[in-house]
């Protein structure tokens, strides 16, 4: 076995986190694995019967994947979401009444929502609203007898799909890092074999304590996922990080996570690299050349291919959204940064280039500020040299993905650039965009919308504008179509 073949087989389970819980490690065993090249006899078995429940086809003397599972379609990855059931767990904190929303977007979704309210919790909001939106019992004590009769708590932590605690204030993270089972919440939080997802929201200052951060490392290493906080104004008046993610990010995480978990995702256990938003070149210490890519689209196409169960490696130069919910970021600022984090994360079986990488960068490295020459009017002048092609790169790697496609941002001449892009680039397909602003001088550089040509080997498609999260669901359902075409013709 090779570096290359475990970290092959932690794609396929699903990510580290999901190995982790396989084989009740941590994650420094993970490390060492990938590190060795290696994977202790015991954890064979379990790997490959955990592989092959997934739809794989592995030899089990090598441990190498013989064939990948089949992509499914949307329609059955849809009727199978319908059947999930899901423990909603609202904590105290003045966010409970989003929880509400949660739980009403997640029934759209049609996943069966139970809730479970605090006591605290019941100080924001009552059990009544939340049994009125979800038509199921809401649990709230620990010691009710005829909940035990009905459901005992061991049977309501274990006939769930997913855990999802809205808001986890300090109090709730704190209790469930120490094990505590000191009410039905945190009961049920430490007997659940389910995957579990916590929304924290809390005072900037309770969230940055070193005892919360300390929590939150523990949640984390039992394979917790997190969804936020995020910075913005918090109830308390103060502004800093601790706000609760809106309820839109928290039912997309969710729904990822699901997809996950059940391995109905159309992309359980393929694992996609998308890059977004811009490089920033320094050019001394203080200035630098970049570009107005916001980065949203790019994000919106993690998001996506997250939704259909991708593991998803988001590289992304410096943005002002936050990281997609269910997706691993890395946060890189030079184009030389977004190649070595995109090889690092090799391989994959998608790439998505839609990052505006700079062509150039300062050939030489100054490491103070270029100062004006009082007296002259002569400015400095800049030796610019060659950034390296990320997707050129990612298109002629010896670990090439299976489908690469880049974007091509043109003022001009957009079709024939365009081609040219996807010739001279070695991609599969190029995602085409006038950048230039329209009538109305709006461009798509930071707008939520987006018009696009999509140019295959096959052909070229012309989408009408729409918003860049339906563009990236669009494309997200072709990749899908098209390796799934792929798959079954050979
Ligand atoms: O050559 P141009 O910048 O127009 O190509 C655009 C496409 O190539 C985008 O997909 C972009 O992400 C990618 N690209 C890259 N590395 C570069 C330049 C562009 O990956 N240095």
């Known amino acids: 076995m090779s570096q290359t073949d475990v970290a092959a087989l932690i794609t396929a389970l699903g990510g580290r986190v999901s190995l982790q819980t396989l084989l009740g490690v941590g994650p420094s065993a993970i490390s060492n694995y990938l590190a060795r090249g290696a994977l202790p006899n015991r954890a064979r078995p379990l790997i490959c019967q955990a592989l092959q429940e997934r739809g794989y086809q592995i030899d089990p003397q090598s441990l190498r994947i013989t064939a990948l599972p089949a992509v499914k379609s949307r329609q059955v990855q849809l009727r199978r979401m319908r059947g999930a059931s899901l423990l909603l767990i609202i904590g105290g904190g003045i966010a409970a009444y989003k929880a509400l929303e949660v739980s009403r977007r997640l029934q759209d979704h049609g996943i069966t929502v139970t809730g479970v309210m605090t006591k605290a919790a019941q100080q924001f909001i009552t059990p009544l609203s939340l049994s009125a939106l979800t038509a199921q019992k809401t649990y709230t004590d620990l010691f009710s007898l005829t909940d035990e009769a009905e459901m005992g708590h061991i049977r309501l932590a274990r006939e769930t799909d997913l855990v999802l605690v809205v808001p986890a204030t300090a109090n709730l993270m704190a209790r469930t890092a120490q ?13 659940t074999t389910a995957p579990v997802i916590m929304v924290p929201a809390m005072n900037p200052a ?5 005892a919360t951060q300390a929590n939150l490392t523990t949640l984390r290493n039992r394979g917790v996922e997190m969804i936020g906080p995020v910075a913005g104004d918090t109830a308390c008046g103060e502004e800093g990080e601790g706000r609760m993610s809106e309820p839109e990010a928290i039912v997309t995480a969710t729904l990822a996570r699901l997809a996950r978990a059940d391995s109905t995702g159309d992309f359980v256990g393929r694992h996609a690299l998308v890059t ?3 490089t920033v070149e320094p050019l001394d210490a203080v200035r630098f050349i970049s570009n107005h890519s916001s980065g949203r689209q790019g994000h919106a196409i993690a998001t996506a291919l997250a ?17 997609p919910p269910g997706v691993e970021t890395v946060h890189v600022e030079t184009a030389e940064q977004m190649l070595a984090a995109c090889q690092a994360a090799l391989p994959a079986d998608i790439a998505v280039c839609t990052a505006a990488v700079a062509d150039w960068r300062a050939r030489d490295q100054v490491s103070g500020k270029i100062k004006k020459r009082p007296g002259t009017t002569i400015a400095p002048s800049l030796s610019l040299t060659e950034n390296p092609d990320i997707l050129a790169q990612l298109s002629s790697h010896p670990q090439r993905p ?14 024939a650039n365009a081609s040219e892009k996807l010739r001279r680039k070695g991609c599969d397909w190029i995602v085409a965009n006038q950048v230039l602003p329209d009538e109305t001088g709006e461009t798509v550089f930071g707008s939520m919308q987006n018009k696009v040509s999509l140019m295959t080997g096959d052909g070229q498609e012309e989408w009408p504008m729409m918003p860049k999260t339906e563009l990236a669901d669009r494309l997200v359902q072709r990749i899908i179509d098209t390796i799934g075409a792929a798959h079954a013709k050979s």
């Open 179 to 191: 094990g505590l089972a000191d009410d039905l919440a945190t009961t049920l939080l430490l007997a």
């Open 206 to 210: 309770m969230w940055a304590h070193a």
């Open 276 to 278: 977004s938003g811009p």
């Open 307 to 323: 939704k259909r169960g991708a593991d998803v490696t988001l590289v992304s130069g410096p943005v002002n959204i936050p990281d």
């Open 402 to 415: 299976e489908l690469v496609i880049g974007f091509a941002a043109e003022t001009n001449d957009l079709q």
